[in-house]
């Protein structure tokens, strides 16, 4: 199929159209909801075979997708911010009872103040909630993101929820051109699911939210981490086929752009680091060794590729567009703790940047660049956190 | 690259002109982005919209500072808005106005290498019925800039709305087009 000029949300509704989803159970909230309007239409406009669930909230909306999901469908939904934070509970129940689904989130701040505008912490607190984590640079990242998604979320190995996260505006109501492959291409890439457990197999009845005594609630949790281990193997072969097919790889679960020869590398998710390689690119042409690592995949957390990046790099500019009150940038606080017990000890610093849709300037990395170039030279931190765009 | 810039009211649909400028350039085989300011929108308030366009892909995701061309919707934004703020040199501005190149001279903070004068208002009231100068800007656009050319902006105003109203829009395009006065400065 040819490309098409969509935004980001259009991109995240053709890819759930694309992917055949079979029930979409969502509510409205500002900048996800021209995804699910664009899904209602393709159903009002006959394009689109999905039972579309309108519900009272996002906590009922999740709780709808946990229902169809467990009866064997592929379900679907999309929410941001507040809306994500009512669905926190049925977060858990979702991969705890390792359901397949998959939820595209358009990262906004959360309020108060109100704000509609891009910031990572809304998807980043739901960190331990068991789902994994995809955080898409541009339009064509949330389209394969999504059907890349639902494979490895089905996988059999795998049976748990993935969020894909795109960013307020910046990506949701951006129009850049997306590829969407040929329908055929795709169902031959992700063919329909077929799922290990469902309530409708009368033949194998199972039970759904049973109590886990002490004696029993320990390995499920083991379990738990055991299918988020495989999911970095399957998502490496999943982004390896997709590639192939495709044309697009995604075997990395970081992205690298010019770290091979690199003194120091920024290193940050989403559509903030779109502007990073192009910084990269002309600070190159000033003199300065950077590159990028971009973390596609924040849970499961590549461990193994941060260390073999951090092993060969004397300094790394960690960008959050995010914050964890009382301690630091969410990305730096885990890429440290990655590195602890190995023998990779770069110097990181940590940029808070962008928060709440602050623009973030292909200048302001030029600055960061300066200031990461006088830390190396210097061997030592001049803070370890900076509020980069504070009004001082 | 090229950087456009959008000035409308809410409810004009610059957010829209946009939109199909992209989609017009992406037609001619460019690379391209159009996004609206990421602010609140409200009718009659103003409003800005941006496109890029370049022959190789488009990483940067910030909004545009230093525009090649400015495009604006309505004509009263002259009085409260810097449209040519951060303008590049050699830049180009296309304004919807019934007004002379000198009365609008006046206006302008920055004096631009290209201004284009259109009535968009009037076409648009003639071919659509309503004051929505969006498609017909254009027009303007393509023949002010050439970075789009006519024809594309029509098939893509026709990609954009179906039927009559693609048709019609379409024609709202190319009479400005034809009306557009362009002033080497």
Redesign the interface.
């Known amino acids: 199929m040819p490309?098409k000029?969509v935004s980001g949300n259009y991109a995240a509704a053709y890819a759930a159209k694309h992917a055949r989803v079979e029930v979409v159970a969502a509510y409205p909230i500002t900048p996800q909801t021209s995804i699910i309007e664009k899904i209602a239409e393709f159903i009002a406009n006959g394009e689109a075979e999905i039972q579309y669930v309108p519900v009272e909230s996002e906590h009922s909306a999740m709780a709808a997708c946990i229902g169809a999901s467990a009866t064997g469908a592929r379900a679907f939904t999309a929410t941001s911010a507040q809306g994500l934070a009512l669905m926190h509970e049925m977060l858990h129940w979702a991969s705890g009872a390792r359901l397949p689904i998959v939820m595209v989130n358009v990262n906004r701040a959360m309020a108060p103040p109100w704000s509609?505008?891009d910031d990572q912490t809304d998807s980043l607190a739901q960190r331990d909630t068991g789902w994994m984590q995809f955080y898409a640079e541009?339009n064509q990242e949330v389209y394969d993101g999504v059907l890349m998604a639902f494979k490895v979320a089905e996988h059999r190995k795998v049976n748990l929820p993935v969020m894909i996260i795109e960013?307020?505006?910046?990506?949701s109501?951006?129009?850049?051109?997306v590829d969407m492959p040929p329908q055929e291409e795709i169902d031959e890439f992700l063919p329909p699911r077929e799922p290990l457990y469902t309530l409708t197999d009368f033949d194998n009845p199972i039970a759904v939210g049973a109590l886990g005594t002490p004696a029993d609630y320990y390995e499920f949790r083991y379990k738990i981490e055991k299918a988020m281990e495989e999911a970095r193997r399957v998502i490496k072969e999943v982004g390896k086929e997709f590639g192939e097919k495709f044309r697009r790889d995604y075997s990395q679960m970081i992205e690298l752009y010019k770290t091979d020869d690199a003194e120091f590398i920024f290193m940050g998710m989403g559509?903030?680091m779109?502007?990073v390689?192009?910084a990269v690119d002309l600070l190159r042409k000033e003199g300065y060794k950077v590159g990028a690592a971009k973390v596609r995949w924040f849970r499961p957390f590549p461990k193994e590729e941060l260390y073999k990046l951090a092993k060969n790099v004397e300094g790394i500019a960690v960008l959050d567009r995010n914050f964890s009150f009382g301690q630091e940038g969410i990305l730096f606080n885990e890429a440290k703790g990655v590195l602890y017990n190995t023998d990779a000890h770069p110097i990181m610093k940590n940029y808070i940047v962008g928060l709440g849709?602050r623009?973030?300037?292909?200048s302001d990395i030029k600055t960061i660049a300066k200031n990461m170039k006088e830390i190396i030279e210097r061997g030592k931190l001049d803070r370890e956190i900076e509020w980069y765009h504070l009004k001082r | 690259m090229i950087e456009v810039r959008f000035h409308g009211r809410g409810g004009q649909g610059a957010v829209t002109a946009a939109n199909i400028l992209a989609e017009a350039a992406f037609l001619e085989g460019k690379y391209v982005q159009a996004f609206p300011f990421f602010g609140v929108e409200r009718r009659g308030a103003p409003v800005t919209a941006f496109t890029r366009i370049d022959d190789k892909p488009i990483r940067i995701k910030t909004q545009i500072y230093e525009p090649d061309i400015v495009v604006v919707l309505d004509p009263s934004l002259l009085e409260t808005v810097d449209v040519t703020a951060g303008l590049k040199e050699g830049g180009i501005v296309i304004i919807n106005t019934e007004k002379s190149k000198e009365e609008v001279l006046e206006k302008l903070k920055k004096k631009p290498a290209k201004l284009a004068l259109v009535d968009a208002t009037t076409i648009a009231l003639e071919v659509l019925g309503l004051p929505i100068t969006n498609t017909s800007i254009l027009g303007a656009v393509a023949k002010a800039t050439g970075i789009v050319s006519i024809d594309k902006v029509e098939e893509a105003i026709k990609d954009t709305f179906s039927g009559e109203l693609g048709e019609k829009n379409a024609k709202a395009a190319r009479e400005a087009f034809e009306k557009t006065v362009v002033y080497e400065l």
């Open positions: 490309k000029v509609v505008w541009n960013s307020a505006f910046i990506l109501h951006t129009y850049d051109i559509s903030l779109g502007t390689k192009e849709g623009d973030f300037t292909v």
